[in-house]
């Protein structure tokens, strides 16, 4: 059974930096594609970021330059290092894994709370 467990998410001060964690597990870790959505109240979940079993990263243009992906395949994890945090950052930000985007192989976490306030 698949299970992604994020964690990390907090309440910070505008200007602050969060780091966001994600443990897999169930799968093949270094062979999935790894990403962050964020889904805020009203609005539809997006991507945040996402990096290849290659290691492609890709940003949303939002995010650029204030948000770094990484993965650590020997420990079956994947973070999101989040910088310069605006108040529009704040969401539910959910770890997804997929392989080669097959819908059969595409599995969400349980989302983490971000909240950017003063």
């Known amino acids: 059974q698949v299970h992604l467990v994020e964690s990390g998410g907090d309440l910070v001060q505008p200007g602050g930096s969060l780091r966001l964690s994600c443990a897999a597990s169930?799968?093949?870790?270094?062979?999935?594609?790894m990403g962050w959505h964020r889904q805020a109240p009203g609005k539809q979940r997006e991507l945040v970021a996402g990096?290849?079993?290659?290691?492609?990263?890709t940003y949303a243009d939002s995010v650029k330059g204030r948000f770094t992906i990484s993965r650590d395949n020997a420990k079956n994890l994947v973070y999101l290092q989040m910088n310069s945090l605006k108040p529009e950052d704040t969401a539910v930000y959910y770890c997804?894994?997929?392989?080669?985007?097959?819908?059969?192989?595409?599995?969400w976490g349980q989302g983490t709370q971000v909240t950017v306030s003063s």
């Open positions: 990096i290849t079993d290659g290691g492609i990263i």
């Open positions: 997804n894994a997929n392989f080669r985007n097959l819908p059969s192989y595409y599995y």
């Open positions: 169930g799968i093949i870790f270094n062979i999935y594609n």
